[in-house]
């Protein structure tokens, strides 16, 4: 009978339990979420009036370690405020078309936490009114939050933010121009040697003497990558040298674009060294635009013909040591230039001489020996003597600056002060040249 | 002796280092692993994310780079899973699309009751498209401007997860996993920088140094190579210990193993190459 | 002429699109001309094809040695173009199924799928662990100390090495988390190889990484340059024929 009774108390505790609790718990779901405040928008600035930012502070119910989350994420909405259609109509018709036509549809779902959210489908000159709302358990939501007004997206013939960056460019590039133009009229700049383009005469009249091919590799990107450019001009020097000597040279691309750009560079080669007739199409050739397919090609030639030069001047990527380990081991003298720095070391290791970064853009005004050429080095130069003095400027200031708050933090002063000179500078520093605006 | 070793046959080199890279690897030796500072950056940046966060995984790599770079994407793909992320899958590299396939795979089958038959929903395969850094550009500004259908010809607007995106610059984290043009160079230059993207990537041991300089500014965090991998590893299992057990959540702490053994040879043979070179000098052959 | 137009193109283009950097309104216009180089860089793919076929015919005609290669070459390419075409063994996409092609071309199970997975992925991955070895070879025959610079490198090479693998804790591990006496803020601990290995990544790496760049980017700003002014146009081939 106890036992009976026991049972009985169990299995009606059981439900009423569950009712109790889950009744509990469903009154603490109900509540929807306080709505988030200070809802405000901004234009994007610098843009062609194509975005909006928003921002809100965040509803107090969405806090960082509430279990269950009362806040799982905003919905934002957007509607176009049409400034005729505004008016309040008598005509219920009237009225409620224009609430369709303007009906605010949703644009995006940030999750909590998040107080930012940027609308960039907006047409320039339109006016446009967002809400906001905060999502809680079971889709409950909080009262809509509006904009006091609607903001316009407008857009800017000039990105202004990014003023010092055109300031550079126009300096940098002005540079490069005006040195190229002394050059043009008579001023002479002294170059130093570069050893590795030194090596280029003695390689090929090395292949000459042995009999044997020179290889030339332009690097596996396609003509577009100002690499690839800067190797088909050195490549034009080579040919040059190549046609004097009577040696072989070949040269496997691993682009359509890049094969026939070489072409027409090595045929002009030959012709300017009075030796067109010499000129063989056929050793230029595509091989595939796969990396590894066209290593394997190229190693496979090395191994078989056994070129007594190899030069490599474009952009590589993991194939530069394949490449240079196999010549070593054929014995060929090896060049190399490229500007992708992760492959300098490889080649710097396996190569007898390597062109570093700028110097391999640099060859080719080098081996031309063009003075107009060797003006755009100095335009360079004058481009880093603009990099070294903001560089240093940007350190002394930061440097000062840190002294400075250390001081001050030193002097424990609670009172907040306007910034100092050095931290504005610091902030405009930060801000406008370092920033997304400038570089 | 050391006659022998100066015309040494190359080819024994090679034996050596196949020897040093397959004992340890069938083997399984593995080695605990403390994370580093840049590597945690890289683990918070996805576990401070909010469970269910939106999360775009570029992996741009090929079957090539697959041994060294496998391992962060399955890694990235498992934590994103951990915490029940929703994923953009896409890639910049003709020959990704595999690679996605094989992070899909984890979701279905390890985490079968966030994903499985969820795509749409909780993940996306964006696959691939033609264009190089053109295509980031496009996609930070206006995805369906790049992507109209995902790899399966769906239109984005009838997919729940790309129906209201307009662009990458509405989500809440950037994974690129890269082994080299187009990358993580490229993702950080014309998506993250600009847009102020949160972006963390790994990236090959070669690619490491010049990714540097972006952190911490326009990089959130980087793995680089193996070890980025391994202790990224490292971390989720400290986190979540049940993966301590599985071994599938341990494949870049596994390819360890063989990485310290070749380390070592190679300091051995670069202190051979140097006696090598003393004696030579010494004889006045050098 | 041939050199002319071709250089009035590339100046037009490259200043305009320099311009547009700097206004909203146009700075699409960037990603138009790329995709306008997307298409021509297909097309220019029939050349490359068709320079291959001729190359490997050529090979195989004149029984060149190593003409098999060429064969071998012949056949995959149009094993492979074949499938890919045609989407041997592609399901009808779901949303299409009465179109037989409108299944995606590297679905699983697929002979497309096939070759990648088996002899595409394979390969390539062969190619890349080449590097092991090679570096191997390159390590013992080009780091040596021959002079201060060299030795340099060759400490800095073993410190990384170690750094970065579970040896680096092994060896310095046991340093203990103290001060050294009679200097402040410096441990022992701070001499673990790792901890080394990453100093010398973050201070000394990433600064000269960032040298190396910026030379770099001026390098490519004065060669862009040279090409728009048309001061050098040795990549433009001749304006006579040969």
Same mark, same amino acid.
């Given at each position: 009978?106890?036992?009976?009774?026991?049972?009985?108390?169990?299995?009606?505790?059981?439900?009423?339990?569950?009712?109790?609790?889950?009744?509990?718990?469903?009154?603490?779901?109900?509540?929807?979420?306080?709505?988030?405040?200070?809802?405000?928008?901004?234009?994007?600035?610098?843009?062609?009036?194509?975005?909006?930012?928003?921002?809100?502070?965040?509803?107090?119910?969405?806090?960082?370690?509430?279990?269950?989350?009362?806040?799982?994420?905003?919905?934002?909405?957007?509607?176009?405020?049409?400034?005729?259609?505004?008016?309040?109509?008598?005509?219920?018709?009237?009225?409620?078309?224009?609430?369709?036509?303007?009906?605010?549809?949703?644009?995006?779902?940030?999750?909590?936490?998040?107080?930012?959210?940027?609308?960039?489908?907006?047409?320039?000159?339109?006016?446009?009114?967002?809400?906001?709302?905060?999502?809680?358990?079971?889709?409950?939501?909080?009262?809509?939050?509006?904009?006091?007004?609607?903001?316009?997206?407008?857009?800017?013939?000039?990105?202004?933010?990014?003023?010092?960056?055109?300031?550079?460019?126009?300096?940098?590039?002005?540079?490069?121009?005006?040195?190229?133009?002394?050059?043009?009229?008579?001023?002479?700049?002294?170059?130093?040697?570069?050893?590795?383009?030194?090596?280029?005469?003695?390689?090929?009249?090395?292949?000459?003497?042995?009999?044997?091919?020179?290889?030339?590799?332009?690097?596996?990107?396609?003509?577009?990558?100002?690499?690839? !450019? +800067? *190797?088909?001009?050195?490549?034009? &020097?080579?040919?040059?040298?190549? %046609?004097?000597?009577?040696? $072989? @040279?070949?040269?496997?691309?691993?682009?359509?674009?890049?094969?026939?750009?070489?072409?027409?560079?090595?045929?002009?080669?030959?012709?300017?060294?009075?030796?067109?007739?010499?000129?063989?199409?056929?050793?230029?050739?595509?091989?595939?635009?796969?990396?590894?397919?066209?290593?394997?090609?190229?190693?496979?030639?090395?191994?078989?013909?056994?070129?007594?030069?190899?030069?490599?001047?474009?952009?590589?990527?993991?194939?530069?040591?394949?490449?240079?380990?196999?010549?070593?081991?054929?014995?060929?003298?090896? !060049? +190399? *230039?490229?500007?992708?720095?992760? &492959?300098?070391?490889?080649?710097? %290791?396996?190569?007898?001489? $390597? @062109?570093?970064?700028?110097?391999?853009?640099?060859?080719?005004?080098?081996?031309?020996?063009?003075?107009?050429?060797?003006?755009?080095?100095?335009?360079?130069?004058?481009?880093?003597?603009?990099?070294?003095?903001?560089?240093?400027?940007?350190?002394?200031?930061?440097?000062?600056?840190?002294?400075?708050?250390?001081?001050?933090?030193?002097?424990?002063?609670?009172?907040?002060?306007?910034?100092?000179?050095?931290?504005?500078?610091?902030?405009?520093?930060?801000?406008?040249?370092?920033?997304?605006?400038?570089? | 002796?050391?006659?022998?070793?100066?015309?040494?046959?190359?080819?024994?080199?090679?034996?050596?280092?196949?020897?040093?890279?397959?004992?340890?690897?069938?083997?399984?030796?593995?080695?605990?692993?403390?994370?580093?500072?840049?590597?945690?950056?890289?683990?918070?940046?996805?576990?401070?994310?909010?469970?269910?966060?939106?999360?775009?995984?570029?992996?741009?790599?090929?079957?090539?780079?697959?041994?060294?770079?496998?391992?962060?994407?399955?890694?990235?793909?498992?934590?994103?899973?951990?915490?029940?992320?929703?994923?953009?899958?896409?890639?910049?590299?003709?020959?990704?699309?595999?690679?996605?396939?094989?992070?899909?795979?984890?979701?279905?089958?390890?985490?079968?009751?966030?994903?499985?038959?969820?795509?749409?929903?909780?993940?996306?395969?964006?696959?691939?498209?033609?264009?190089?850094?053109?295509?980031?550009?496009?996609?930070?500004?206006?995805?369906?401007?790049?992507?109209?259908?995902?790899?399966?010809?769906?239109?984005?607007?009838?997919?729940?997860?790309?129906?209201?995106?307009?662009?990458?610059?509405?989500?809440?984290?950037?994974?690129?996993?890269?082994?080299?043009?187009?990358?993580?160079?490229?993702?950080?230059?014309?998506?993250?920088?600009?847009?102020?993207?949160?972006?963390?990537?790994?990236?090959?041991?070669?690619?490491?140094?010049?990714?540097?300089?972006?952190?911490?500014?326009?990089?959130?965090?980087?793995?680089?190579?193996?070890?980025?991998?391994?202790?990224?590893?490292?971390?989720?299992?400290?986190?979540?210990?049940?993966?301590?057990?599985?071994?599938?959540?341990?494949?870049?702490?596994?390819?360890?193993?063989?990485?310290?053994?070749?380390?070592?040879?190679?300091?051995?043979?670069?202190?051979?190459?140097?006696?090598?070179?003393?004696?030579?000098?010494?004889?006045?052959?050098? | 002429?041939?050199?002319?137009?071709?250089?009035?193109?590339?100046?037009?283009?490259?200043?305009?699109?320099?311009?547009?950097?700097?206004?909203?309104?146009?700075?699409?216009?960037?990603?138009?001309?790329?995709?306008?180089?997307?298409?021509?860089?297909?097309?220019?793919?029939?050349?490359?094809?068709?320079?291959?076929?001729?190359?490997?015919?050529?090979?195989?005609?004149?029984?060149?040695?190593?003409?098999?290669?060429?064969?071998?070459?012949?056949?995959?390419?149009?094993?492979?173009?074949?499938?890919?075409?045609?989407?041997?063994?592609?399901?009808?996409?779901?949303?299409?199924?009465?179109?037989?092609?409108?299944?995606?071309?590297?679905?699983?199970?697929?002979?497309?799928?096939?070759?990648?997975?088996?002899?595409?992925?394979?390969?390539?991955?062969?190619?890349?662990?080449?590097?092991?070895?090679?570096?191997?070879?390159?390590?013992?025959?080009?780091?040596?100390?021959?002079?201060?610079?060299?030795?340099?490198?060759?400490?800095?090479?073993?410190?990384?090495?170690?750094?970065?693998?579970?040896?680096?804790?092994?060896?310095?591990?046991?340093?203990?988390?103290?001060?050294?006496?009679?200097?402040?803020?410096?441990?022992?601990?701070?001499?673990?190889?790792?901890?080394?290995?990453?100093?010398?990544?973050?201070?000394?790496?990433?600064?000269?990484?960032?040298?190396?760049?910026?030379?770099?980017?001026?390098?490519?700003?004065?060669?862009?340059?040279?090409?728009?002014?048309?001061?050098?146009?040795?990549?433009?081939?001749?304006?006579?024929?040969?």
């Amino acid at each position: 009978m106890h036992l009976w009774k026991n049972v009985v108390i169990r299995r009606l505790m059981i439900p009423l339990t569950w009712f109790i609790t889950s009744s509990v718990s469903l009154a603490i779901a109900a509540e929807p979420p306080a709505p988030p405040t200070q809802f405000r928008a901004e234009d994007v600035p610098g843009d062609a009036g194509t975005a909006i930012d928003l921002f809100w502070t965040l509803s107090p119910d969405d806090e960082e370690d509430t279990k269950p989350r009362k806040v799982l994420r905003y919905v934002i909405y957007r509607k176009t405020v049409d400034g005729d259609k505004k008016v309040p109509s008598l005509n219920p018709g009237t009225k409620m078309i224009v609430e369709e036509e303007n009906k605010f549809e949703i644009i995006g779902e940030p999750t909590y936490r998040v107080n930012k959210f940027r609308d960039s489908n907006c047409e320039a000159g339109v006016p446009y009114m967002y809400r906001i709302e905060a999502v809680g358990q079971e889709g409950l939501t909080s009262t809509p939050v509006e904009l006091k007004e609607p903001v316009i997206a407008s857009l800017q013939w000039f990105n202004l933010q990014r003023s010092w960056f055109a300031v550079f460019v126009f300096l940098i590039c002005g540079s490069v121009i005006l040195f190229i133009e002394m050059a043009r009229k008579g001023t002479i700049f002294k170059v130093r040697k570069i050893a590795g383009l030194e090596a280029i005469n003695d390689a090929v009249g090395r292949a000459t003497e042995m009999g044997r091919s020179c290889l030339f590799v332009p690097g596996i990107q396609d003509i577009n990558d100002i690499q690839t !450019v +800067a *190797g088909i001009t050195i490549l034009a &020097q080579v040919a040059e040298t190549t %046609a004097d000597y009577r040696a $072989t @040279l070949e040269v496997p691309t691993s682009r359509s674009l890049v094969m026939t750009t070489a072409r027409d560079t090595v045929e002009a080669a030959y012709l300017a060294a009075g030796r067109p007739d010499e000129y063989n199409e056929d050793d230029i050739y595509y091989i595939t635009d796969e990396q590894f397919g066209y290593v394997a090609s190229v190693t496979g030639k090395m191994v078989r013909d056994k070129p007594a030069a190899c030069f490599y001047m474009g952009a590589f990527y993991a194939e530069s040591l394949i490449l240079a380990e196999t010549g070593n081991s054929v014995g060929a003298i090896q !060049v +190399a *230039g490229t500007a992708m720095p992760t &492959q300098l070391p490889f080649f710097v %290791a396996a190569c007898d001489f $390597t @062109l570093i970064g700028e110097e391999f853009f640099a060859a080719s005004a080098y081996l031309s020996g063009e003075p107009q050429q060797l003006g755009s080095l100095k335009g360079q130069d004058f481009g880093k003597v603009i990099g070294g003095i903001l560089l240093l400027a940007g350190c002394i200031i930061m440097t000062l600056s840190s002294f400075e708050s250390a001081f001050e933090s030193g002097e424990k002063s609670q009172v907040e002060s306007d910034p100092t000179f050095l931290q504005s500078a610091q902030t405009y520093l930060k801000e406008n040249i370092l920033g997304k605006g400038g570089f | 002796m050391l006659k022998i070793l100066q015309t040494l046959d190359r080819r024994w080199i090679f034996l050596a280092m196949f020897l040093a890279v397959a004992i340890p690897l069938i083997m399984g030796m593995t080695f605990p692993e403390k994370t580093s500072d840049q590597v945690m950056a890289v683990f918070n940046a996805v576990e401070n994310l909010p469970d269910g966060s939106n999360v775009v995984m570029a992996l741009d790599y090929d079957p090539a780079s697959e041994g060294e770079l496998q391992p962060m994407a399955s890694a990235f793909t498992r934590h994103c899973a951990l915490k029940k992320h929703n994923i953009y899958f896409m890639t910049l590299w003709p020959q990704g699309g595999p690679m996605i396939q094989r992070s899909t795979d984890l979701l279905e089958n390890d985490y079968p009751e966030t994903y499985k038959g969820k795509y749409g929903s909780k993940y996306v395969n964006l696959g691939f498209r033609a264009g190089n850094e053109g295509v980031i550009k496009l996609v930070v500004e206006d995805l369906k401007k790049s992507y109209d259908t995902d790899v399966q010809g769906t239109n984005l607007n009838d997919i729940p997860l790309t129906k209201n995106l307009k662009n990458i610059q509405q989500v809440d984290l950037l994974c690129n996993v890269s082994a080299g043009y187009p990358g993580s160079k490229e993702w950080v230059l014309y998506g993250s920088a600009p847009f102020d993207i949160p972006t963390v990537i790994g990236c090959t041991g070669v690619q490491a140094p010049i990714m540097l300089p972006y952190i911490p500014q326009q990089l959130t965090g980087m793995l680089a190579a193996i070890k980025g991998a391994a202790e990224y590893e490292q971390a989720i299992i400290n986190r979540y210990p049940e993966l301590n057990d599985n071994p599938a959540a341990k494949e870049g702490l596994k390819r360890m193993g063989p990485q310290l053994v070749a380390h070592v040879l190679l300091i051995g043979l670069i202190a051979l190459g140097n006696v090598i070179y003393f004696w030579e000098r010494k004889q006045g052959t050098a | 002429m041939k050199r002319t137009i071709p250089l009035f193109i590339s100046a037009v283009t490259g200043f305009v699109l320099i311009g547009t950097a700097f206004i909203p309104q146009f700075v699409d216009w960037g990603n138009d001309a790329m995709a306008w180089f997307n298409l021509l860089a297909a097309f220019a793919f029939i050349l490359g094809g068709g320079n291959l076929l001729k190359m490997q015919l050529q090979k195989i005609s004149a029984q060149q040695p190593g003409w098999g290669y060429a064969a071998v070459t012949l056949i995959a390419f149009f094993i492979t173009l074949y499938v890919g075409l045609a989407k041997v063994g592609v399901n009808p996409s779901v949303k299409f199924p009465e179109f037989a092609w409108s299944g995606e071309f590297q679905e699983e199970g697929s002979a497309f799928w096939w070759l990648f997975e088996y002899i595409f992925y394979p390969l390539s991955a062969t190619m890349f662990a080449l590097l092991a070895f090679y570096i191997s070879s390159a390590a013992f025959r080009a780091f040596r100390a021959k002079n201060t610079e060299a030795t340099i490198l060759l400490l800095i090479a073993v410190i990384v090495l170690l750094g970065r693998t579970y040896a680096g804790v092994w060896l310095t591990g046991w340093l203990p988390n103290e001060p050294i006496i009679g200097s402040s803020g410096i441990t022992y601990s701070d001499f673990h190889l790792p901890h080394l290995s990453q100093i010398i990544m973050d201070d000394f790496t990433t600064p000269g990484m960032r040298a190396i760049t910026i030379g770099i980017a001026l390098g490519v700003a004065s060669t862009s340059l040279k090409v728009l002014l048309g001061v050098d146009r040795s990549y433009l081939g001749s304006d006579q024929e040969a």
